[in-house]
């Protein structure tokens, strides 16, 4: 069985107060939000992101709506950072429970 997992990926913006690249993301599963080794996100943006996908992750619309692949803004304007919601669907790594 696979476990869900939303990625949240720079997509575009104007530039990044906080240093955020094209392409950086953070991920939000059952062991909370992750994000590559070294790398690190703005929380502002972070912020943006984790109400709707913690309200979704699990409900039966969630397939639906994470399928549309929805974009978010960050709430600083001049920035214009959008980002890209996306499933990711990890294998359980050995050692854990099926």
Same mark, same amino acid.
């Given at each position: 069985m696979s476990d869900r997992h939303v990625? #949240? +990926?720079v997509e575009s913006?104007?530039?990044? *107060? #906080?240093?955020?690249?094209?392409?950086d993301y953070f991920e939000v599963g059952p062991e909370?939000? +992750?994000m590559p080794d070294g790398q690190s996100f703005c929380y502002f943006a972070i912020g943006t992101a984790l109400p709707l996908i913690n309200g979704r992750i699990n409900s039966a619309t969630a397939d639906e709506w994470i399928e549309s692949k929805p974009l978010l803004q960050c709430p600083?304007?001049?920035? *214009?950072?959008?980002m890209r919601l996306e499933a990711v669907d990890r294998e359980p790594t050995t050692g854990e429970n099926p």
């Open positions: 990625r #949240c +990926t913006m104007n530039y990044s *107060a #906080c240093g955020l690249k094209k392409g909370g939000l +992750t600083d304007p001049p920035e *214009a950072l959008w």
